[in-house]
């Protein structure tokens, strides 16, 4: 069983769109994060919310908008799609905040064109 | 403004012998990560140290965290090939989350 799922894996879009990336985790955590990576294999936190409730809210443009139906669910809708956007996403789950080892998933490879 | 900083960026070093990477951060935390990713894929957590003093091993990695030198190192005993990958290191605090470049590490057989 996959503990920390995302779909898709690959999204390929054209500047201008607007677009969603899922995640799922099985593992009972209660906090979850997306992370972004960009070409140079720079990290950078997004977002992170614990229960449902947002913690982390770094800059990020208003474009991006994460949403949590519920704890073990956390997705990011992306508007009005720049091509500054293409990177690789990764959601994460934690136990119980941020001094909990986290567990990643297997990242969404964004391309916008 | 926070800063993590690693060095080095690149590392090659011959399989059997030890090196550290170091981490430093310019604020005050309790909270210090390490991670590995290999290429092409997803991020593992290795360590997670959460006060001044603290030492985690895990097979021939070792992670020591010491806040009083806002220094964290993560060393490599005897490396073997099968460690190649990047290490980052992030600072946490409650409401943050700061990555270092990541250190590209290649041993060579």
């Known amino acids: 069983d996959t503990a920390v799922s995302q779909t898709p894996k690959y999204l390929v879009t054209q500047m201008g769109n607007d677009k969603s990336i899922k995640c799922e985790q099985n593992l009972g955590h209660d906090t979850m994060y997306w992370y972004k990576q960009d070409s140079k294999k720079f990290l950078k936190i997004m977002f992170s919310y614990n229960n449902k409730e947002l913690i982390i809210n770094e800059t990020v443009p208003n474009r991006f908008s994460p949403k949590s139906p519920d704890k073990a669910h956390l997705n990011l809708h992306i508007n009005s799609l720049e091509l500054g956007d293409s990177a690789v996403y990764f959601c994460a789950s934690s136990q119980a905040g941020t001094q909990e080892t986290q567990y990643f998933g297997p990242g969404t490879r964004l391309l916008v064109l | 403004e926070l800063k993590v900083e690693q060095n080095p960026l690149f590392l090659s070093m011959q399989e059997g012998k030890n090196y550290t990477i170091y981490c430093n951060y310019s604020t005050t935390s309790d909270r210090l990560y390490w991670y590995r990713q290999d290429p092409g894929k997803s991020l593992e957590s290795l360590f997670v140290?959460?006060?001044?003093?603290a030492v985690k091993q895990e097979g021939r990695l070792m992670a020591s965290l010491d806040t009083k030198a806002r220094l964290s190192t993560l060393h490599i005993t005897a490396a073997v090939h099968d460690l190649s990958a990047t290490y980052f290191c992030s600072w946490g605090g409650s409401e943050k989350l700061v990555f270092g470049k990541g250190t590209k590490l290649t041993v060579n057989p």
């Open positions: 140290l959460l006060s001044n003093g």
